[in-house]
């Protein structure tokens, strides 16, 4: 086998000078988890452009209501029921923004040119002529306050639950996870109708009554978590040295938990939009004049057949932002979750 | 096993009795009378009315006969109907939503595992990533909005099935596919995760180097170990058709339980909703009870290990 | 003796998000009719994807075997359609696996597991394959054997699946067994008991088995022939004297050095140093020069050729180039190639 033809100058088969560092060398960069976990996240198109968006929707919802020239609680009977119009788009005629409807015999009107107005309702008007475009994006930003207050609720006390009951064990454990069987035993959706029977529907009641079972997923969770965690090594040598429960809790456990709180909160931001506007569907959310996404669908719902566009504009962007978050909070789970860490 | 089902069993009374009596408490706090949505009354008519009902009588009394009467099965009057007990009243209405509910499980199950198993087999092509959109998007939007929008095109605008009612099978169609998206989504997601974890085991390699072929490898060996813990998503499958048929019901004027109590919650009738609370906090844990035990029954790691947990 | 199966050149790579990894590197051995060959060699060497590439097991959607022929009774098993291969992986190659735990179908009756490779290749009615099950699993010494039949998989212990795992394998007397590191998760005790089992076993139905291990103690118990894998190649390959008492490669002598042996107790155990090389990059000359002391200038540039050191021991290394300096192997080696007979040979 050993056949080779050209001829091999002697002066090769002097020793190499090797390195002894190169052979060490490692060939990759170290990255931390975040950087690790952003790299993850960022080959994750889905959720980039998810993120995007939902930055647009945020954006919309604080500077939106201003940006029309009408109030989102202004009533104008004169202007009740207009469909949506936008000039620059109205003589596109595939777009829906030429303030025309059609009627039920297959009619086509626009009753800007009926009525003789002027103005430009960008995503129309409802029955009480208030402006959809300005009362979309209030809505949206009442929806997402509702989220974000109910998701941070939930947080905290399912963090300080789960992390208390985990970490201490033993009978405080004992005690509080037959809490926890308990209430995970009730359905939510009994839970929220019923507080909110009681409390009377508010931005406030919506939110406790959305935060009163919430939390349970999350104190499980962290449970779970800190029960490995808190056998592991470094938690266990850094005991031996003497650190003290608010150091080993603040130092080695809630950094490494990090993970699992964000991809369990990003989980619970949708979940509580979705009740918000479940509880207005049923007639238990927000009264008037405030709305939210679910009282728009809700009154767009009875007009349906008559004005579309009343529900499909709220519709299609409570559907947008679901759409988002959940893949948001998919994305951060495949790049955060340890477990499925290649 | 049969102690870690009288456990649970056990369980499962102490919970209920917390959410009856949570329940009592709760609609005693509620401000006005069940009559307030009723024509204008005098405060004579309305003495007599509270005394009828024995709504004057002190909680802990009115407490203790209603724990009592629940006991023996009786779930009070509506107030809203007089004089038609409540229980009559949910009788009359739970054949509806329990046929609904029965549909869109069925359909949701079968859908989605069928999806998530061709996501799994079909992994990184476009099959997977459709199905995964599909379940996205089952999941991201509400039953409502999904409900009114099937109601709008393909009921009004299409005329293929009827807009609401309860009158026959044709009925049953929309508001079966309404409800049954949020399963489908579930399904179908977890089923490709289970699957996609069982493909790349060490027994299907072994299956592989058997000389198995492309369907005894699928269905032999991975479909029945990636089922298994599917029935583990089924007790919240059925909370979240319990959720979904309140809103469903109520958009294709479906007459069950749902719109019932939407209904009640519109003009406080207590009982009712009392009544219908109870039933689907008994129905969700009854779920879960017996969706733990099929598990125990089907997987032979827990069937022969006693039924630890 | 003549040659059951034989490999030709295998290029295997792998496509990651990273680039393309080029795990196997131009592999050539062959496996004769009746003997155990073992392949030794580090994690990350090729040794599992080679044996995995045989039974054409590798994941298809990252993976290519881009140049090479494995041969198996004339046939070249990398143009085989799946259909083709199916009749061949369980009947004329089978394979055992690393982690029994891990490798039995949990919710499948041990029985059904060993009876289904029987129905699918040899035509037999049930109850026969029932029978022959059985026998197996007598074969392999499992006790009570038609009570065992019945029970799954979590009800063995980690030899004991080993077991099956193993009569799954035999059940259709296979010509050629793949044993991939079949002791590594296992106890020292049972790994004793299995080895013997698998030596008992070749001996009554006459197979050929190449073994993988990165344990020598394993090697030297077991095979007839060795073949050491370094950076996707075989480096060395002759028999178990051979390699065990005239080692030629560098990685070999490291290898055998850092074996811990009896009499070398109180010295320092040997250890090679750095790390496997970078198969996305892999390097130009010899892959494992940058941690070879012995290297010399050319080891650099290209890559060694396979010399021949006897009929049956070739190893790659410029060491046995006709130029190149005689180099002193380490103590460990050297007190073994005394032991050697033909010691004087080189």
């Known amino acids: 086998m050993a056949q080779f033809d050209e001829k091999i100058s002697k002066d090769q088969f002097e020793p190499a000078i090797i390195d002894a560092s190169t052979s060490e060398r490692i060939s990759k960069p170290s990255l931390n988890y975040w950087q690790d976990a952003w790299l993850r996240v960022r080959k994750n198109k889905g959720a980039i452009v998810s993120l995007v968006v939902i930055g647009i929707l945020i954006i919309m919802a604080l500077i939106g209501p201003s940006l029309s020239k009408f109030e989102f609680d202004k009533q104008n009977t004169k202007h009740a029921n207009l469909p949506p119009r936008i000039a620059a788009l109205e003589n596109i005629s595939w777009l829906p923004f030429d303030g025309t409807r059609t009627l039920k015999n297959g009619n086509v009107v626009n009753p800007y040119e009926q009525k003789q107005i002027e103005e430009y309702y960008w995503f129309g008007t409802d029955a009480l002529g208030r402006d959809q475009f300005s009362r979309v994006w209030k809505g949206m930003q009442i929806s997402l306050y509702i989220a974000f207050l109910a998701a941070f609720i939930d947080m905290v006390i399912g963090v300080a639950f789960g992390a208390i009951s985990g970490y201490f064990g033993g009978r405080i454990d004992n005690i509080m996870q037959r809490i926890i069987e308990v209430l995970s035993g009730i359905p939510n959706l009994v839970i929220v109708i019923l507080m909110i029977i009681v409390l009377k529907p508010g931005i406030i009641s919506i939110t406790v009554a959305l935060t009163i079972t919430g939390w349970v997923s999350m104190a499980r969770v962290v449970r779970a978590q800190v029960l490995k965690l808190k056998n592991q090594e470094f938690v266990l040598a850094s005991r031996t040295l003497g650190a003290s429960h608010a150091k080993i809790i603040f130092k080695h456990l809630i950094p490494n938990l990090a993970g699992v709180i964000i991809i369990n909160t990003m989980f619970t931001i949708p979940n509580a939009i979705f009740f918000e506007a479940f509880l207005s569907f049923i007639g238990l959310g927000l009264q008037e004049p405030l709305a939210s996404l679910g009282t728009l669908i809700d009154e767009g719902f009875k007009s349906m057949i008559a004005f579309p566009y009343q529900m499909l504009v709220p519709a299609i962007i409570i559907s947008v932002i679901m759409i988002a978050f959940n893949m948001i909070a998919d994305g951060l789970r495949d790049a955060l979750d340890p477990k499925m860490r290649d | ?309 | 003796m003549s040659k059951i199966l034989e490999v030709n050149n295998l290029n295997i790579s792998f496509h990651t998000f990273a680039g393309e990894v080029k795990a196997i590197r131009g592999a050539n051995f062959h496996l004769n009719k009746g003997e155990t060959l073992a392949i030794v060699g580090e994690s990350g060497s090729g040794k599992s994807v080679t044996t995995k590439a045989i039974m054409r097991l590798l994941p298809e959607s990252n993976s290519e075997i881009k140049e090479g022929e494995i041969l198996f009774d004339g046939r070249d098993l990398t143009k085989l359609s799946d259909k083709q291969m199916q009749s061949i992986r369980g009947k004329e190659i089978s394979m055992i696996f690393q982690d029994p735990m891990t490798s039995l179908n949990p919710t499948m009756t041990v029985g059904k597991q060993i009876m289904e490779p029987i129905i699918k290749h040899q035509n037999m009615s049930k109850s026969a394959a029932k029978q022959r099950a059985i026998e197996l699993l007598k074969l392999v010494g499992i006790p009570m054997a038609e009570e065992r039949f019945k029970q799954y998989p979590h009800q063995f212990s980690g030899g004991m699946r080993q077991r099956v795992v193993i009569a799954i394998a035999l059940a259709c007397n296979p010509k050629v067994l793949i044993a991939d590191e079949p002791t590594t998760a296992l106890d020292v005790t049972i790994q004793a008991q299995i080895l013997e089992l698998m030596k008992d076993l070749q001996k009554k139905i006459d197979t050929s088995i190449i073994f993988i291990t990165h344990d020598l103690g394993v090697v030297a118990n077991v095979a007839d022939r060795v073949a050491v894998m370094y950076g996707g190649k075989i480096i060395e390959i002759g028999t178990v004297d051979e390699i065990f008492y005239n080692p030629q490669h560098p990685y070999t002598w490291g290898l055998i050095s850092s074996m811990p042996d009896l009499d070398t107790a109180e010295d320092e155990l040997y250890a090679i140093p750095g790390s496997p090389p970078d198969l996305l990059n892999p390097p130009m000359g010899d892959a494992f020069a940058p941690r070879n002391q012995y290297a010399m200038k050319i080891d650099l540039e290209k890559e060694p050729p396979m010399f021949k050191v006897s009929d049956t021991h070739y190893a790659a290394t410029w060491l046995l180039h006709p130029d190149a300096p005689k180099v002193e192997p380490p103590a460990a080696v050297m007190k073994r190639k005394e032991m050697y007979p033909g010691y004087n040979n080189k």
């Open chain 2, 1 to 309: 096993m049969i102690k870690y089902i009288g456990q649970r069993v056990i369980y499962m009374i102490i919970t209920l009795f917390l959410i009856a009596s949570m329940t009592f408490f709760l609609m005693k706090l509620v401000p006005g009378t069940p009559f307030k949505n009723q024509a204008k009354m005098s405060d004579e008519q309305l003495e007599m009315m509270l005394e009828y009902y024995k709504l004057d009588e002190p909680v802990p009394v009115q407490y203790v006969a209603y724990m009592t009467n629940l006991v023996k099965g009786d779930l009070g009057t509506s107030y809203q109907f007089a004089n038609t007990p409540v229980s009559e009243l949910l009788g009359a209405r739970i054949g509806a939503s329990a046929l609904l509910g029965f549909q869109a499980l069925l359909v949701g199950t079968i859908v989605g595992i069928i999806l998530g198993v061709l996501g799994a087999l079909r992994q990184n092509t476009w099959v997977d990533y459709g199905t995964t959109f599909i379940a996205v998007i089952g999941k991201s939007i509400p039953s409502f909005v999904f409900a009114g929008l099937l109601q709008y095109y393909i009921g009004v605008k299409l005329g293929w099935f009827p807009v609401a009612f309860w009158k026959g099978p044709e009925y049953t169609v929309m508001p079966t596919i309404a409800l049954s998206m949020f399963p489908i989504a579930i399904a179908a997601r977890f089923m490709r995760t289970e699957m996609v974890e069982v493909l790349g085991s060490d027994y299907i390699t072994l299956a592989r180097a058997k000389g198995a072929n492309y369907f005894e490898i699928a269905f032999k060996h991975a479909l029945r170990n990636a089922l298994i813990p599917v029935i583990t998503v089924l007790g919240p499958l059925a909370v979240s058709l319990m959720t979904g048929s309140l809103v469903i019901e109520k958009i294709f004027s479906v007459p069950g339980l749902g719109e019932q109590f939407v209904k009640s919650v519109q003009v406080n009738d207590y009982s009712v909703i009392m009544a219908t609370t109870l039933l689907f906090a008994f129905l969700f844990i009854v779920v879960i009870l017996v969706v733990d035990i099929l598990y125990g029954l089907i997987d032979p790691r827990i069937r022969l290990a006693g039924g630890k947990k």
